[in-house]
């Protein structure tokens, strides 16, 4: 399974809401799609689960929703760690693949 | 608390071999689904490897036949050996717990293959 994310990048200021999006090539069944959040230099974190469900710690002010090939990962206000790079993942089928990556980045 | 410490990152010529490990705490490798995760420098996200119980092994297609991923439940350690490494193959190697979801992600071991 193909995911395809945009934009590629995400100009915003502190505060502001971040919409991205995750188009899979085929549907991913269950909602098997997860967000993680890779913030410079460190490693990938999970944010998201079964396209909706938040990791442990992650607060609610990021939401993933979404179905079938359509997914969205939505943060309400930026907050400084915020600014990163976000990767949706399907793990519907083996390999395991992951988006291209949108970075979200300071205006 | 849930820790994975990867070592044995380097420089190594192509055609070499090497052998990755990862150290976890806080839980047992021996009953969790243990990854290897790859990124590229400045790009993306590459799943690599999974071993899950009685040690059942899948790879990506573009590793198969060249890495394998193995465990010592003994160390609580899981291994990822590279041979015939290429160019493409220098990325961070992270190492990763889950099916599928991975919940928990170790610092990475850079690993360059160069001559």
């Known amino acids: 399974i193909v995911l395809t994310q945009s934009p590629g990048t995400l100009s915003l200021s502190p505060g502001e809401r971040a919409t991205l999006s995750c188009r899979a090539s085929?549907?991913?069944?269950?909602?098997?799609l997860a967000w993680y959040r890779q913030n410079p230099g460190q490693a990938p974190r999970l944010l998201i689960d079964g396209a909706s469900n938040r990791a442990t710690g992650i607060p609610d002010r990021i939401s993933g929703s979404g179905s079938g090939t359509d997914f969205t990962l939505t943060i309400s206000r930026l907050e400084p760690e915020d600014f990163a790079v976000y990767y949706c993942?399907?793990?519907?089928?083996?390999?395991?693949?992951f988006g291209q990556g949108t970075k979200v980045e300071i205006k | 608390e849930v820790q994975l410490v990867e070592s044995g990152g380097g420089l190594i010529h192509p055609g070499g071999s090497l052998r990755l490990s990862c150290a976890a705490s806080?839980?047992?490798?021996?009953?969790?689904?243990m990854n290897w995760v790859r990124q590229a420098p400045g790009k993306g996200l590459e799943w690599v490897s999974v071993i899950y119980s009685g040690d059942t092994t899948y790879y990506a297609d573009s590793v198969k036949g060249r890495f394998a991923i193995s465990r010592d439940t003994s160390k609580n350690t899981v291994y990822l050996h590279m041979n015939s490494l290429r160019a493409d193959d220098t990325a961070v190697y992270y190492c990763a717990r889950g099916w599928g979801i991975f919940d928990h992600w170790g610092q990475g071991a850079r690993v360059t293959v160069s001559s």
């Open positions: 993942q399907q793990y519907v089928t083996s390999p395991w693949t």
């Open positions: 806080g839980f047992s490798v021996s009953i969790h689904y």
């Open positions: 085929q549907t991913v069944s269950n909602d098997y």
